[in-house]
């Protein structure tokens, strides 16, 4: 799916207080990761959707800081959300320019998207809702739904002409997520229209470097230096927050409130974190091959893989990388042959393989989802196999010296074949075991479980021994096993 917005609307809505809000946001890369304003989420709990071409997106997120307006103190202001428009490739992103050296007076542009019609409650607006109008916080009475359709039932509208007011967690729903038979519910591919909101452009003018508390009513005294102050055209612009401020079409930072911005330099600091910038620049998998219709649904099982594993300071970030996947059927169709790869089981690796097309040495991991498909496994038990597969390279077991006749000029100890078949076969199944472990650890061993058993219904299965005794050793896996990540060799080793 792709799209040309660059900025766009954001929601969310809690399943605790029935309360949608609304603010914008804009694309830094073509991978569909996005900057906003943390305080439109406020927390994890809540469900958190983008609006693109008039459909609905569930969002990942990669990281945030938020404090509620009274928890804030100087001298960092927090209110940063990083994430990502899942399943959405945008054709077009904003360019993070420079804040450095603005003058005051100096004319910006704030983008964003607002409502049609509203009315601005009677009573009195919390800080952390100054810029989410599509529900106040407020209500009088339960006569008028917030929430309408119109004579098109596929196309529901958000009808705020009247008093803002809460509304049912059933509107919600019937608001974010309709079918055809008027079923509601939570679900990633999910998509509706979302009408009465529009893009717009207001003018600002830079005032001066930091800012103060943007509770205009508050009474702290110090001033935040991860940003800097503007005046806006407008007041309350509800809905523009977590937008960027424009100078000569860059980013030069984001609307938070009414009278404050939080600065690019404070936004690009953040995305050069280490553990963050390992995150954003592999917001998706690597496959050898482009995704088709036939190789859709095993591509989806491993992004589903990937954006669990994907979190700040995991070693599957660390590796992500130099991991590559690729489906049995297909290894054929790769510049670089795999003659030594076996796959006994659903799947396979191969460490230091050579990616031409990249020039470049990574792990890759050979899913083969005819024979998942041919054992009915589910998507979860799937997702189990590859994580074992990722588990050999990121929980590899290390291997014991096999025994061979040459050690016995060095020893003087007689070479005994069976010592060193025993030492062989215990390095296979431990290489197993470690690799099972690692699905243990991050949350599949039942899943993994259960594949073993249907893996050992099929005709044809191999190495049925091996498997009982991986099924009894999960089972009773209660701790970790600690392996180390596969290195890889220099690229420069092979030449």
Known sequence: MSGSETVFPVLSYGLQDEHIANGSAFFINNKGVFITAAHTFKN???QMLASLNGKVYTITEIWQEYLPNDDQSAPLYRDLFIGMVDSYVPNDILELGSDVDMKTGQSLEVSGWNTTDYSKPTAPVHANDLFESVISDYQEDDDEHVLQSTDNENDLNLNLVEQDKLTTIDDLHS?????NDGNYTVSTNEMVKISKLIPDVL??????????HINKYSEYPYE??????IKLDVPEPHGYSGGPLLLDNKVVGMLIGEEGAISVSYIKERLNEPAIKNIVENMSPQ?????TDERMWAYQVIKNVHSVLLSPGSSYTSQASNILYVLKKDIHLLLTPVPSLILEGFGGTEGNHYWKEKHKLVNLIVIDDDLIRAANLTDEEAEAVVVHELGHVLNMY??????????????QIPYDPNVAAKVNAENNLNKELYADNYAHQTGWKLSLLRSFEKYLTIGGAKNKEMFESRSEALENAFSKLPGVIRPLRQISDLN
């Open 44 to 46: 994890s709990q809540r």
């Open 175 to 179: 608001y974010l997520h309709s079918d």
């Open 203 to 212: 003018d600002a003018k830079f005032v001066r470097y930091n800012f103060r």
């Open 224 to 229: 935040f230096l991860n940003g800097f102050t």
């Open 287 to 291: 496959f050898a091959l482009p995704e």
């Open 398 to 411: 290390e291997v014991k010296h096999v025994p061979n006749p040459l050690d016995s000029v060095c020893t």
